[in-house]
């Protein structure tokens, strides 16, 4: 129905007399609009878009000369008018919206093709606070949302993708039908909403609004994928427009699409890597199910694979490698000697790529650089008739004030073995415990009910590593381990020292800590405490 009240249906096909065409983004712009005037479409336009199709030699009518109003606020009001809105809004089948047409002089509108002012590339690009609000779009969301509303009428494109398809639709009798208008209006709510809600976010962020009364996350249709975590699922992914380097903003370089879980482990795996400064070492993090099998500092990245895939060379196939380096030949030679769905680093060369090649199904992303680990930023994770909304987790164990509780101090080894497994177990899922010795994970455990078998479990990794390295002992004798939450009970500690830990990082906090912390002086154990926790669901 046009109207329900008044029983006036919606017509299914509609003929294109007058297209009004105001852009932005002008791609494909001069196409379309000399497709449409090739139909006898009557074209009319603003600003630079009329510019640009006057240009190419089309016959065009300027807005203003529709309004007999000039366009002024430098282009702030240019199409907030009667006869514009009017034209989008009328009900062609309605004798009193003909009538009113007819006496006011508003003539009808059949076609709008509009996209808006570049917020997101502002916002992107670091622009500051006047420059923001200037490329806040007020014109073109009106028209858009007029249009949408009265889609029984009028066909609104906001996407340049679109065009073909409306030259198809017009190809045999320059009419639209019903069935596209509507497909286009729902696209056109949806650009609107997700444009608004960059705005509002922006804002939020802007006035350091913690917690605004309506939140809104908004994304563009990256790709539509064949299923989600399990084949009975749909599923698809978006972007927010966020210019964080990692697996939206990749470019694939080679391999078959990415699945639902392969975005998902990808994510974690580059923003574990990320924590390690390229600079300062190689870095390799390999993962399996959104959690660290093995993670590895070395003097080059070969190095840091061999020593990351010793951690759990079995958990490890069929996983997601990340490197915070530009792959090289020798590592990507490496690399593909072991079932792998996904290899992600900031670049590769171009011997590396050829190496990957080989596998054809192998992904290879590059990402053009590292997320930074201490940027802030939003997460956000779906319930039952809610959305949580949280700041992203961008504590570094760096820019904290660790304190000494032992008799014993940590050495300057253990100190670093320390910091390195407490990044690590941020990225574990609770409850987290992680090993580490010499820039290596020695045994990791993750997402257990009970820290004492997230300690267990990870000492049993370690001893299968090393009986497949031929070690005498694990690597856990003599390492660092971290909880990425507070020991409640010393039987958490003491499965750690039976793993043959000698130092401890951990929060802090518990009701316990003293008696957690005379276990570990029993033992000459070093512990030292964070003050943050790094729980992860």
Known sequence: MAVVSKKIPAPDKVKVNTALLSVSDKTGIIELARALATQ????????????????????????????????????????????????????????????????????????????????????????????????IDIGGPAMIRASAKNHAYVAILTDPADYAELLEQLSSDGQTAYAFRQRMAAKAFARTAAYDAMISNWFADALSIETPRHRVIGGVLKEE??????????????????????????????????????????DAAYELVAEFLPEKSAACAIIKHANPCGVATGGSLLEAYQRALACDSVSAFGGIIALNRTLDAATAEEIIKLFTEVIIAPDATDEAKAIVARKANLRLLAAGGLPDPRAAGLTAKTVSGGL??????????????????????????????????????????????VYAKNGQTA???????????????????????????????????????????FLPFADGLLSMIAAGATSVIQPGGSMRDQEVIDAANEHNVAMVFTGMRHFRH
């Open 40 to 135: 006898g479409v009557r074209l009319l336009s603003t600003g630079g878009t009329h510019k640009a199709i006057a240009a190419a030699g089309l016959d065009v009518t300027d807005v203003s000369e529709i309004t007999e109003f000039p366009e002024i606020m430098d282009g702030r009001v240019k199409t907030l008018h009667p006869r514009v809105h009017g034209g989008l809004l009328a009900i062609r089948d309605d004798a009193e919206h003909q009538e009113a047409m007819k006496t006011h002089g508003i003539e009808g509108i059949d076609l709008i093709v509009v996209n808006l002012y570049p917020f997101e590339d502002v916002r992107a690009a670091g622009g500051d606070y006047p420059t923001a609000v200037e490329n």
């Open 225 to 266: 994928m064949r299923y989600g975590e399990n084949p009975h699922q749909k599923a698809a992914f978006y972007v927010t427009g966020e210019r964080r380097p990692g697996v939206s903003t990749a470019t694939l370089i080679q391999g078959k699409q990415l699945s639902y879980n392969n975005i998902n482990d990808t």
């Open 388 to 433: 949580l909304v949280q700041s992203r987790d961008n504590g570094m164990v760096e820019d904290l004030d660790l304190k000494v509780v032992t008799n014993r101090a940590p050495s300057a080894q253990e100190l670093e073995d320390m910091k390195f497994a407490f990044k690590v177990a941020k990225h574990v899922k609770s409850n987290a415990v």
């Open 443 to 485: 045994g990791i455990g993750a997402g257990q009910m009970s820290r004492v078998d997230s300690a267990r479990i990870a000492g049993l990794k370690a001893e299968e590593a090393a009986k497949a390295l031929g070690l005498a002992v694990p690597l856990t004798h003599g390492s660092a381990v971290a909880s990425e939450a």
